[in-house]
Structures are given as C-alpha cells and as structure tokens.
C-alpha cells in the first residue's frame, strides 16, 4: 500500500471522527487512483486530496523583501488543476467527485474560502469555464481550527462582526500585562528637559 501523505492522513483522521468508511486509493480501472472513496449517507463519493509544500514567499521577501502578489495562488490553481484532470476520467460514472485542499506543512498559499472561490473561477482559473469542471461536484478545504479560531468565529456569530471586535479587544487587554509608565523626562518649550 503507498504511503499517505499528511493532507491524506489528516483527512483520514477527519473521516474517522465522522464516523464515515472509506478506502484508500481504490482502483476504479483508471489511469489514477483517486485518494479516497468515502461512503456517506448510503453514497460513494470519490476524494481526490491535494497539499502544498512551497516556501517561495518566505525566500523571496527574506532575500530582497517584496513579491508578487498573485503567487500564492498559483500553487492551489495547479493542484486543483490537476485534480480535475485526474477526476475527469471518472465524470462519466455519476458518482460525487470532491478535491479536497489542505496545508499541513504551513505552505505559502493562501486557503482563505473566498479567495480559492475567486482565483479558481476568475482570471483563467481552472473552473472559469463551465466545461472545464462541470464533473467537480465540490471543492473542501480541510485545515485545522486553533481554539482562538473556533472562539473568534464563535464570537462573530454571536455579536456580529463589530461587537465581536470589541469582545477582542476587551479580552486582550485583560490577558495583557499591567506594565507602569515609563517615566520621561519633562520638557520645557525649549525642548530641554527640566528638573
């Protein structure tokens, strides 16, 4: 059996705790086998799990300190493009197919949901065309929640955007260090100090 990547394992885990059988790289008589075939509510749905290794970000602005916006989409663009090329052998079949995006290795891409929508859909993304994708029945975005996260959101939903703002805040200031004044020196209209 081939070895999972962390993107794969992770999903794995994720597919666990949710109670849902799988199994892994299943031969469906295609040129690729696709990473997972997931059963869920008496449906088969094929997975095909992409992850991203690149650093380009950090080399490039530690070497001379500025770079080209548009990369860190590039990377998620050619994985997704990729994906559904390797799902497209399968669109005949009538089964869900997913591509499942993750980046266990803090990668420089950026996976913010309403950024992949656009960078997938807009400026030659690989699903602008109706006829590119149309056999793509979602795509996930699968990373891990920090607890500050989870209460952020939690926190937004509750109070609303400018409300939970506040909560931050307030909740910061509290979590901060009680440090006193630093004492300055008086200065007359001169500018020197006085005594």
């Known amino acids: 059996m081939p070895r999972k990547t962390p993107s794969e394992k992770r999903f794995a885990r ?5 109670g849902h059988a799988f199994e892994y790289e299943l031969d469906l008589g295609t ?8 059963r869920i509510a008496a ?5 095909e799990v992409k992850e991203f290794k690149t650093n380009w970000l950090t080399e490039r602005l530690s ?6 916006a548009s990369r860190p989409t ?9 994906a559904v090329e390797q799902l497209s052998e399968l669109s005949e079949r009538a089964l869900p197919l997913v591509i499942v995006v993750s980046n266990p290795h803090q990668a420089d891409v950026d996976l913010d949901p309403e950024r ?6 807009y400026d030659n993304g690989p699903l602008q065309d109706n006829n590119r994708a149309d056999h793509v029945s979602a795509i996930a975005i699968l990373q891990r929640r920090t607890p500050e996260q989870q209460w952020a959101e939690e926190n937004v939903r509750r109070f609303g ?3 939970a703002l506040r909560v931050g805040a307030r909740a910061s200031l509290r979590a901060a260090p009680c440090r006193p004044p630093r004492s300055r020196p ?10």
């Open 116 to 121: 992949i929508w656009a960078m997938l859909y």
């Open 63 to 68: 070497s001379i300190g500025s770079t080209d």
């Open 161 to 163: 955007p400018l409300e």
């Open 14 to 18: 994720y597919l666990e705790v949710q």
């Open 74 to 82: 590039r990377a998620v663009r050619k994985g997704v493009r990729r």
């Open 186 to 195: 008086r200065r007359s209209r001169g500018g020197r100090p006085t005594r």
């Open 43 to 47: 449906t088969d749905v094929i997975v």
């Open 31 to 38: 040129m690729f086998k696709p990473d997972y075939k997931v």
